[in-house]
């Protein structure tokens, strides 16, 4: 069972900065994919950034592309995303996630190909 613990949220202005944290409770990640979906009010989650846990090839969504980037510390078994030039259509509550099956399929944009998920953070942005 992985647990998962977001942190890092808040409420911003547009065009400022925030660096989200993801830490994992399995230390044995290696055939994992790890991702950021985030769901707006009203909305389906969607799919921000993953990254496999060995690896560095990290995958965007294209409202994204530019101003995210996600990375990991495999010594601290954590996942960050730093989203740089923040919109107000940024705002939602982030989730981080945990899977196997995205790691060998290479469908990452997919919410169900995650097993474990965090409890979310909520980001805000102000216009």
């Known amino acids: 069972q992985v647990q998962l613990v977001e942190s890092g949220g808040g409420l911003v202005q547009a065009g400022n900065s925030l660096r989200l944290s993801c830490a994992a409770s399995?230390?044995?990640?290696?055939?994992?994919?790890m991702a950021w979906f985030r769901q707006a009010p009203g909305k389906e989650r969607e799919f921000v950034s993953a990254?496999?846990?060995?690896?560095?090839?990290?995958y965007y969504a294209d409202s994204v592309k530019g101003r995210f980037t996600i990375s990991r510390d495999n010594a601290k078994n954590t996942v960050y995303l730093q989203m740089n030039s923040l919109k107000p259509e940024d705002t939602a509550v982030y989730y981080c996630?945990?899977?196997?099956?995205?790691?060998?399929?290479?469908?990452?944009?997919?919410?169900?190909?995650?097993?474990?998920w965090g409890q979310g953070t909520q980001v805000t942005v102000s216009s």
């Open positions: 399995e230390r044995t990640l290696n055939n994992y994919a």
């Open positions: 990254i496999r846990w060995s690896g560095n090839s990290p």
């Open positions: 996630a945990a899977g196997r099956n995205p790691y060998y399929s290479g469908n990452y944009n997919s919410p169900n190909q995650y097993n474990y």
